[in-house]
């Protein structure tokens, strides 16, 4: 499924309704949990992280997000 905006300032956004109500798990680059949480309407907030490569894990499934 698409994320957007990537990179993103705040807000992602997920392509697919599939993904509500399910965990993710954001991770440094060096592999420290730094948030966790359930998706609610499509979105993984990024807000309050500072600049950098974040790994986005849902249900398995793992992308890497830039924040700007």
């Known amino acids: 499924s698409a994320l957007f905006p990537n990179p ?3 807000d992602l ?5 599939y993904y509500n109500n399910k965990e ?4 440094s680059l060096y ?3 730094l948030r966790s949480g359930l998706i609610r309407n499509q979105v993984v907030s990024f807000d309050g992280l ?5 790994i986005l894990n849902i249900d398995g499934q793992v992308a890497k997000v830039m924040k700007r």
Do not use: L, N, Q, W
């Open 8 to 10: 993103t300032s705040g």
């Open 13 to 17: 956004f997920i392509s697919k309704d």
């Open 24 to 27: 993710y798990h954001v991770y």
């Open 31 to 33: 592999g420290s949990k």
């Open 50 to 54: 500072p600049a950098g490569v974040y």
